[in-house]
T-cell receptor, first 117, second 111 residues
Framework: GAVVSQHPSWVICKSGTSVKIECRSLDFQATTMFWYRQFPKQSLMLMATSNEGSKATYEQGVEKDKFLINHASLTLSTLTVTSAHPEDSSFYIC?????????????FGPGTRLTVT | RKEVEQDPGPFNVPEGATVAFNCTYSNSASQSFFWYRQDCRKEPKLLMSVYSSGNEDGRFTAQLNRASQYISLLIRDSKLSDSATYLCVVNKKSSGDKLTFGTGTRLAVRP
């Protein structure tokens, strides 16, 4: 159990266009999902916390107007990178929280590799 | 000081070796602790949660020392397939289920 899917797995787009990435929890409901970004040889950086039915909470330095997050249901969150630029090229990974016996555990999607040309 | 610190490695060990990774965390309010593994160009996968009493899962043993704010992961009888980056992860109750990741320790197991 606790499977998270992400779509697309990779995307190449031109500078100035927008890209939407979907994150789904397949066999559980997730009130909270998270969006991360990871540059080569660096650790995961949390971008935002996505809460079902409410606005996302963004980490310091992350532009909310550029990275639009929508968490319309308990199994789906989307991240839209608007007006993408080459510096937005990265590995974007979502995760969904599942409450186990004593703590929440996060399960990650397979990631989306974005290349902006 | 980083919230979660790990030796980046790489640890280069032969098959069958026992290897230990350490991790320290700075926030004493940290409540939950995990080890994740991440393969190159893949997503992190939960390896094990770390409990106060210590826990074991097959060849993997995790320990937590709250007084020293220190977490460890021991891998016995290393396999080639254990080669990956091991991420130390903590959670503070005050941050909900938001996780803080260490930068990871790279392990390379050679034949």
């Amino acid at each position: 159990g606790a499977v998270v899917s992400q779509h697309p797995s990779w995307v190449i787009c031109k500078s100035g266009t927008s890209v939407k990435i979907e994150c789904r929890s397949l066999d559980f409901q997730a009130t909270t999902m998270f969006w991360y970004r990871q540059f080569p040889k660096q650790s995961l950086m949390l971008m935002a916390t996505s809460n079902e039915g409410s606005k996302a909470t963004y980490e310091q330095g992350v532009e909310k107007d550029k990275f639009l997050i929508n968490h319309a249901s308990l199994t789906l969150s989307t991240l839209t990178v608007t007006s993408a630029h080459p510096e937005d090229s990265s590995f974007y990974i979502c995760s969904a929280s599942l409450l186990r016996t004593t703590a929440y555990e996060q399960y990650f999607g397979p990631g989306t590799r974005l290349t902006v040309t | 000081r980083k919230e979660v610190e790990q030796d980046p490695g790489p640890f280069n060990v032969p098959e069958g070796a026992t290897v230990a990774f350490n991790c320290t965390y700075s926030n004493s309010a940290s409540q939950s602790f995990f080890w994740y593994r991440q393969d190159c160009r893949k997503e992190p996968k939960l390896l094990m949660s770390v409990y106060s009493s210590g826990n074991e899962d097959g060849r993997f043993t995790a320990q937590l020392n709250r007084a020293s704010q220190y977490i460890s992961l021991l891998i016995r009888d290393s396999k080639l397939s254990d080669s990956a980056t091991y991420l130390c992860v903590v959670n503070k109750k005050s941050s909900g289920d938001k996780l803080t990741f260490g930068t990871g320790t790279r392990l390379a197991v050679r034949p």
